[in-house]
């Protein structure tokens, strides 16, 4: 991993800090390890960073502790600024349709303040 930044994890309003406030040491660890790992990597492994099929620019970030699993969704601002949205803990198969749409309700807010 290269010590200069590619892209740069940015937090926008509280969508994000809310979620990770609420977690345990280990998950909060293992969730700045991985926004580490995407801003300091040419190619980011599908394990951690993932588009998601359907959407329009969202992504999801990928953590894995122990057993438990959790999503972040974030969108791309010119390229290089990942912008956070909201992150959940993955309990089905299937991410929630809600959980999407809540997404996509703060990317696109974040487009109009732009």
Known sequence: MSDENIRTVFLYKDYFTDFYNKQKQKVKDKIIWTFRLIERIQQVPEDYLKHLEGTEGLYE??????????????????????????????KTQKTPKSEIEKALKIKSEYEKEK
């Open 61 to 90: 970030i990928r953590i894995q502790q122990g057993s438990d699993i959790f999503r972040i969704f974030c969108f791309f601002d010119k390229g290089k600024l990942v912008v956070l949205a909201n992150g959940f803990q993955k």
